[in-house]
């Protein structure tokens, strides 16, 4: 059995044309935080919704647990056990907070098809040990005051933590986080760093996409760094933040905001 | 063959008045999103009026350029008019709400033209002038087409040509595709996008102005309910063609005439409807996006 | 220590019990077709209001489950009581074959082809397929409800017999929001790329929505049939369908008491200004266009949060 979790092999991916990946490889090890960076456009955001079957890439295999994922439904990859959070959170903003997170829990739910029409002793149980998962994930997160607020009512920061014990709720092995620290100040950032760690030690193989640099660089054991599509380094922290041609991409291009 | 070919004829004549008519639709669909339920009514609304028109203008039996020409640019004016106030009244304060509501609010608007037509008219069924055109027919090869039929295909052809040099090729033009791409991005380019839909409006309810009266003179029986099942049969034709797309209403509009034309005079007419929608589910299962309709990819 | 809503519930529950006792019979019909009326717009509110799937065609499966009662009883001789179950799994499997092909569609897209069923389905009807349907007039002389010899025939019995299947129908509503499938509609409805995302299959989640709201307005359509002892299209054409589609925009979608307000408003409102007959329709029209206006997510809009207690505790 590899080592490796997930494998992107020579992964490309176009739009009419438009080359957004190019030929792509990387393996993430079970129980790593990965790291993604790169400058705006560079193609990340796009790779992860490969990975998660939003995007069909042309050419190449995306193998998760030896198998090629390529192609599957979105619906599928969380039954998989990969989750992710969004660039611009999507979260049912209408709906209550503790609401929201119990949506992580629809696969772990036994409940059968004339649930949704009759109750049965076995639905009690299983509506029961959700909503306690669903309230011990709002204490993890300090969420539990917010339970019945519309996520849409709250402020950035904890929209952030909302979205991810959403994704943590679904109980998955690898966990997709997309620009986590965009928007948040400097003591959200370090609880955030904090916070991720914490799922690290949960067991939890984490790929994260980042613009601040200070966190990337401390979080990660392992990053690939990504322009224009194409894999222009990768390696532990100490070697990519001296690298070269790293430096050239990003101070090459737009200079980069402080938080992102 | 002589059937194929007179059918195609009244195939011809009737798409050309669809595709007027679903013209209004998908102009104001691609600009706001907006399924416009009363525009069947108002095309209705607008072979009553020209009716009016006609009958306080002019003498029983008169059949003149002049005639036609005032009764056309009447009826369009007013349409036009009851149009634009349409939007404003129904439409304009719920562009921010959500779109199933404006959709309520479209039927609603239907409903007040339809009742408003039959207060004002009354319920039964009024006949247009046998002279509003002349009566004359053609004979080409065994197959018959009538002064009428001639008006609304060259008419119709003249006013789609027109529109579709309009929008692609005046400044104008340019600004309605703008804002039925990205509206936020077209007000930032100091596009009025009030203006905009309001000329919109003017549009499309003057096409629907000018298919109500062609109908009215073509079919010359008009009731001020048919407006609602013509409606459904052009937006069919705009769905058909790709909703929001200029020539795929015109599209839309011939295709469905010439079906609706072979379909009743090869099967029957019992059925008609359903071998209408038949088509429009076939088309939808192959092409989600319609004939010409182009996939919007959402950003994620 | 009851909270206004319970307490209004509460008395409208009394109300609606005594209602036969004192109005005429032509209210009492009213009330019966309220009744069967609100059972289908609750079912039309699981496909619209919950799912959020455009869909304009609900009068079909409304008329499918009251056209399987009619012609099983009067063209084949069954009792009413043994059509009840066909009359709930005809219209099941139909939304079933007719949807399942065309549940991926756009918004719009999907709306006209559910117009389109609902036509094609009237033509059917009319066109007398077969010679069962019974053509424009329909069928009549539609049998009762007989058990153990005994008739329920009398407008009082048709009323309550109403109430009970509504109340099957809040029940089954109450179910299915406290269920996964309930809130896999919503989350499909709010934000389908985020629910896939958590591992909900939107196909089968709007499927699942279109054949319970069919199932329903198969009983209810059955209990339609019943009442007037007749069926006949136009009680099933598209216009029926925009009026239950109104019903849940204009009450409130995915509202309990919302759906119970339209139906009110849009069927029983009407019926007490029959005396105004031609410019009814027009103030109607306005009312509409007012009420969206005004309340754009509808009179009684949905309420989320509706979280176990030991959750609430927390919150502030």
């Known amino acids: 059995m590899s080592e490796y979790l997930l ?84 979260l049912f903003s209408e709906m209550s907070v503790a609401e929201n997170i119990m949506s992580g829990r629809h696969i772990k739910s036994k409940q059968r098809w004339y649930n949704g029409i009759i109750p049965t002793p076995a639905y009690f149980k299983d509506e029961k040990h959700q909503w306690t ?19 849409g009512d709250l402020s950035y920061g904890i929209q952030r933590r909302i979205e991810m014990a959403r994704a943590l709720a679904a109980e998955p092995e690898l966990l997709i986080l997309d620009e986590p620290a965009a928007g948040l100040n400097e003591n959200e950032t370090i609880e955030l760093t904090e916070t991720i760690r914490k799922i690290q030690a949960m067991g939890v193989t984490i790929m994260m996409i980042e613009h601040d640099m200070e966190m990337v660089m401390s979080l990660s054991e392992y990053i690939t760094v990504i322009n224009f599509g194409a894999k222009i380094s990768e390696g532990v922290p100490s070697f990519v933040q001296t690298d070269p041609k790293v430096v050239e991409a990003y101070i090459g291009s737009d200079e980069e905001d402080e938080d992102a | 063959m002589d059937i194929f070919l007179q059918q195609m004829v009244n195939g011809l004549t009737i798409g050309s008045l669809y595709a007027l008519v679903a013209l209004g639709y998908t102009m104001v669909y691609g600009v706001m999103r907006l399924i416009n339920f009363a525009h069947g009514d108002l095309v209705a609304f607008s072979a009553f009026v020209g009716l009016s028109v006609y009958g306080s203008l002019f003498s029983e039996g008169t059949t003149s350029l ?12 007013v349409v036009a008019f009851v149009g634009v106030l349409l939007e404003r009244l129904a439409y304009r304060p719920l562009r921010t709400a959500p779109r199933l509501s404006a959709v309520v609010s479209a039927l609603g608007a239907g409903l007040v033209i339809q009742n408003s037509v039959m207060l004002i008219w009354g319920p039964n069924m009024k006949i247009f002038p046998t002279d509003f055109f002349p009566s004359t027919l053609w004979s080409v090869g065994g197959i018959v087409i009538t002064f009428t039929q001639v008006m609304i295909l060259s008419f119709s052809s003249v006013l789609m040509v027109g529109l579709y040099f309009f929008i692609n090729q005046t400044k104008i033009g340019t600004a309605i595709r703008a804002v039925a791409i990205d509206q936020d991005a077209a ?41 609602w099942m013509y409606g459904l ?13 200029i020539p795929g209403a015109m599209l839309g509009g011939l295709l469905l005439g010439l079906f609706n034309a072979m379909i009743t005079g090869y099967i029957s007419t019992q059925w008609a409807e359903t071998f209408t929608f038949v088509l429009l589910i076939v088309i939808l299962v192959f092409r989600p996006t319609g004939i010409l309709g182009e996939k919007v990819a959402e950003k994620v | 220590m009851m909270n206004k809503t319970s307490l209004i519930a509460l008395l409208l529950l009394v109300f609606a019990g ?28 699981i496909i619209l209001g919950r799912a959020g799937v455009f869909h304009m065609g609900h009068a079909m499966f409304f008329g499918l489950g009251a056209y399987t009662t009619a012609i099983l009883n009067v063209q084949f001789g069954w009792a009413i009581l043994a059509t009840w179950i066909p009359s709930v799994l005809i219209p099941m499997a139909c939304a079933f074959a007719l949807v399942a092909p065309i549940i991926h569609l756009r918004g719009d897209y999907l709306l006209v082809a559910t117009i389109g069923f609902n036509i094609i389905f009237i033509q059917v ?86 054949i319970l709201g069919a199932g329903i307005a198969g009983a209810a359509g059955s209990m339609f049939s019943v009442q007037y002892s007749a069926v ?13 589609f109104t019903i849940v925009l204009v009450g409130g979608s995915a509202s309990l008491p919302g759906v119970l307000i339209g139906t009110f408003v849009m069927f029983v409102l009407p019926e007490m200004f029959r005396e105004f007959e031609t410019a009814r329709y027009l103030v109607f029209g306005v009312a509409m266009i007012l009420t969206m206006i005004l309340r754009p997510r509808g009179i009684w809009p949905v309420k989320f949060g509706n979280i176990p207690s030991f959750l609430k505790k927390e919150a502030k």
């Open chain 1, 7 to 90: 494998e992107i092999r020579n992964v490309s991916k176009l739009f009419s044309g438009l080359v957004a990946i190019d030929n792509l490889s990387m393996k993430v090890k079970k129980g790593q935080i990965y790291g993604i960076i790169g400058p705006n456009g560079a193609g990340k955001t796009t790779l992860f919704n490969c990975i998660t079957g939003i995007y069909t890439p042309e050419i190449g295999q995306i193998l998760w647990k030896g198998r090629d994922i390529k192609g599957t439904s979105p619906y599928k990859i969380a039954g998989l056990g990969i989750l992710r959070t969004f660039q611009t959170i999507r």
């Open chain 1, 133 to 151: 998962k669903v309230g011990e994930l709002m204490e993890f997160f300090n969420l539990s005051s917010y339970a019945t607020t519309p996520a």
């Open chain 2, 66 to 77: 002049l005639a036609v020409v005032s009764v056309f640019l009447l009826s369009a004016l």
């Open chain 2, 187 to 227: 007000k930032l380019m100091g596009i009025n996008v009030n203006r905009i839909v309001m000329i919109i409006f003017i549009i499309g309810s003057a096409l629907g102005a000018v298919a109500g009266l062609f109908i009215g003179a073509y079919y010359r029986g008009i009731t001020f309910d048919m407006g």
């Open chain 2, 233 to 245: 049969n052009a937006f069919v034709a705009a769905i058909m063609g790709g909703i929001g797309n």
């Open chain 3, 18 to 45: 005594f209602y036969p006792l004192f109005v005429d019979s032509a209210w009492l019909a009213v009330g019966t077709t309220f009744l069967v009326f609100a059972c289908v717009a609750f079912s039309q509110d």
């Open chain 3, 125 to 210: 009807l009319e066109n007398d397929v077969f010679g069962l349907t019974g053509g424009p007039n329909g069928l009549f002389g539609i049998d009762v409800v007989r058990v153990f010899g005994y008739d329920f025939s009398s407008q009082i019995h048709m009323y309550y017999m109403a109430f009970i299947l509504l109340g099957i129908t809040l029940f089954i509503m109450r179910s299915l929001d406290r269920s996964k499938f309930g809130r896999a509609m919503f989350y499909i409805h709010k934000d389908d790329i985020a629910a896939q995302s958590m591992g909900i299959s939107l196909r089968y989640y709007k499927l699942y929505a279109f």
């Open chain 3, 232 to 244: 006949s299209p136009e009680a099933f054409n598209v216009t029926q369908s925009i009026m239950f």
